[in-house]
């Protein structure tokens, strides 16, 4: 009887998932915020789950059967400041059903830009799932706007905020059509704001 750990698919191999970089004073009007989750990166390939190093997730039945056939992009978490437990659960196994969720942001396999693919991974699931969610993106006025979610974010007490292009495809590697805006993005702007405000009382 083979009683090895099934083999990760190439993606994972050789790396290729998509990763989102740094703000760096990009207008965001128009761009699409989620919560950046403090969990641990997950790939579901239809049929297992992987972490982003290409780990073997002992999943529960209890989330296995909420999960559909197709690719997905997520994240294991267990709630705002349980990253402890969002790790214990992908290297142990150690999944708590009241606690744990797989959060989806994205469809890898299905056509379309960010929000059709979100379309896609949502009707493929049955209804009265409590284990595994997609993302619900908030489209913003402003960059101002973006600082507001991610000050009320931080407020209680999350990681911070993920920003993505509505037209962004997937594809691996880093992207800057996905953007990582967190409290040291918060920091930068406020100094900004400072330098601005003392070079007008120097002139």
């Given at each position: 009887?083979?009683?090895?750990p099934?083999?990760p698919?190439?993606?994972?191999?050789?790396q290729?998932?998509?990763?989102g970089?740094?703000?760096?004073g990009?207008?965001?009007?128009?761009?699409?915020?989620?919560?950046?989750f403090?969990?641990?990166?997950?790939?579901?390939d239809?049929?297992?789950?992987?972490?982003?190093?290409?780990?073997?997730?002992?999943?529960p039945?209890?989330?296995?059967?909420?999960?559909?056939?197709?690719?997905?992009?997520?994240?294991?978490?267990?709630?705002r400041?349980?990253?402890?437990?969002a790790?214990?659960?992908?290297?142990?196994?150690?999944?708590?059903?009241?606690?744990?969720?797989?959060?989806?942001?994205?469809?890898?396999?299905?056509?379309?830009?960010?929000?059709?693919?979100?379309?896609?991974?949502?009707?493929e699931?049955?209804?009265?799932?409590?284990?595994?969610?997609?993302?619900?993106?908030?489209?913003?006025?402003?960059?101002?706007?973006?600082?507001e979610?991610?000050i009320?974010?931080l407020?209680g007490?999350?990681?911070?905020?993920?920003?993505?292009?509505?037209?962004?495809?997937?594809?691996?590697?880093?992207?800057?059509?996905?953007?990582k805006?967190k409290?040291?993005?918060?920091?930068?702007?406020?100094?900004?704001?400072?330098?601005?405000?003392?070079?007008?009382?120097?002139?």
């Amino acid at each position: 009887m083979n009683n090895l750990p099934p083999t990760p698919p190439i993606m994972m191999l050789k790396q290729t998932l998509m990763h989102g970089s740094d703000w760096q004073g990009e207008d965001l009007a128009g761009w699409l915020a989620t919560e950046k989750f403090d969990g641990c990166r997950a790939w579901w390939d239809g049929k297992t789950m992987w972490s982003r190093s290409g780990r073997h997730i002992a999943l529960p039945m209890w989330m296995v059967a909420e999960l559909p056939s197709i690719p997905l992009d997520g994240e294991i978490w267990a709630g705002r400041g349980r990253f402890t437990l969002a790790r214990l659960a992908v290297q142990y196994g150690q999944f708590d059903p009241a606690h744990h969720t797989f959060q989806i942001f994205d469809a890898p396999a299905a056509k379309g830009d960010w929000l059709s693919r979100l379309l896609a991974a949502r009707a493929e699931l049955e209804s009265g799932v409590k284990h595994v969610a997609v993302v619900k993106p908030v489209m913003l006025e402003s960059t101002e706007a973006a600082f507001e979610k991610l000050i009320s974010v931080l407020r209680g007490f999350g990681e911070g905020l993920m920003l993505r292009h509505p037209r962004l495809p997937y594809r691996a590697g880093r992207t800057r059509q996905m953007l990582k805006f967190k409290q040291i993005a918060l920091q930068s702007y406020r100094q900004g704001w400072k330098d601005v405000i003392a070079e007008a009382k120097s002139q």
